[in-house]
């Protein structure tokens, strides 16, 4: 039985859930809402391991405002990896910029969730376990034989241009000088706390109640590690609205709302923004026929220290 198959709902009645409905899917696998307020994934990616469990585990011990993940059992079954985890409160924000445009104007809801969500992650001090993750597409803990979080992107933006910078480089003017300046600007940045870093806050991995109001995150992993807190601010500002018609706009608004706001530097957020492109633009394709490919290219020529322009 393959993860996509169709016969999972009667998996699981014989299981003892006899009211299993698919409530999501994506690149990792499908979500199971089971009743008894459980769902089950059902991994065609990479399942979670106990190091991901030790970092949800450890959310979970703060006080947090917000809800987080939590696995209460895996199993395995022909090959494939099946994990019970607390259903969370809410529903999803709203769909991803891929599949749903976003109107122009981005709602006063959702950025005092957006806020909210990242004044929350920010105050969750960053974990050994954390620090052991590897952001996908990389071959080791982001921390490894660092000590400051700036030095271990920087050694992290090596090994991504290392990997298929030359595809990038046909896309994006000057690049070599492009990485040279944000190699630098990134190793002149201040110490910054280190807090829990999610990585992707893209709309459908943040649930909010009937009033806007955000009860959860999910979705940990894609670039999920301990860090200087703006360097999740920008990346969300940058990817809350990748694909849509207003996606610029959109990613310079809330730049500039994350900056006022929380009070980081501009300067830093741009820094991180370029190692974000720097650091994934190769996940899923490696020219431009990928979406994801053809953002961070674009990213790249647009960001003031990549391209060296003022903003
Ligand atoms: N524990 C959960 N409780 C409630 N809904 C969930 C839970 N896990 C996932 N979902 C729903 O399923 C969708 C896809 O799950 P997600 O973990 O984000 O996987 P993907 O990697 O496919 O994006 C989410 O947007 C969310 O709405
Ligand atoms: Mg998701």
């Known amino acids: ?180 300046r944000t190699l630098r600007a990134l190793g002149a940045l201040p110490d910054a706390p280190v807090t829990a870093i999610h990585g992707d806050l893209v709309p459908p991995n943040i649930h909010t109640d009937a009033a806007g109001r955000p009860v959860a995150v999910l979705d940990f992993g894609f670039y999920t590690t301990a860090g200087d807190p703006a360097f999740e601010a920008a990346v969300t500002a940058a990817v809350w609205d990748m694909y849509g018609p207003y996606a610029t706009e959109h990613a310079a608004e809330l730049t500039r709302l994350f900056a006022q706001e929380l009070g980081y530097a501009p300067a830093a957020l741009a820094v991180y923004q370029a190692v974000y492109a720097l650091t994934t633009y190769d996940l899923y394709g490696r020219d431009n026929n990928d979406g994801h490919f053809r953002w961070c290219a674009e990213q790249l020529c647009r960001n003031a220290v990549f391209s060296a322009r003022v903003s």
């Not at 949800?56 to 099946?82: F, K, N, S």
């Not at 809410?90 to 749903?100: F, N």
């Not at 809801?109 to 376990?129: I, N």
């Not at 920087?154 to 994006?172: F, I, N």
């Open 1 to 180: 039985m393959s993860a996509t198959s169709c016969r999972w709902p009667g998996y699981f009645a014989a299981r003892g859930y006899p009211n299993a409905h698919r409530v999501g899917s994506g690149v990792e696998g499908i979500v199971y809402r089971l009743g008894h307020g459980r769902v089950a994934k059902v991994w065609t990616g990479r399942p979670p391991t106990a190091l991901t469990r030790q970092v949800y585990a450890d959310l979970a011990q703060r006080p947090l405002p917000l809800a987080t993940p939590e696995i209460l059992e895996v199993e395995e079954h022909q090959g494939v990896v099946i994990t019970y985890e607390r259903e969370l409160p809410g529903a999803p924000m709203r769909g991803d910029s891929a599949h749903e445009d976003h109107e122009r104007q981005l709602p006063v809801q959702h950025k005092s969730a957006l806020l909210a969500v990242l004044r929350a992650l920010a105050s969750v001090p960053g974990t050994d376990a954390m620090r052991r993750l590897t952001v996908r597409g990389d071959d080791r803990p982001l921390w490894q034989g660092h000590h400051r979080f700036q030095d271990a992107l920087a050694a992290l933006v090596t090994r991504a241009v290392a990997r298929h910078g030359a595809a990038l480089a046909v896309r994006v003017p000057d690049f070599d000088s492009g990485v040279a």
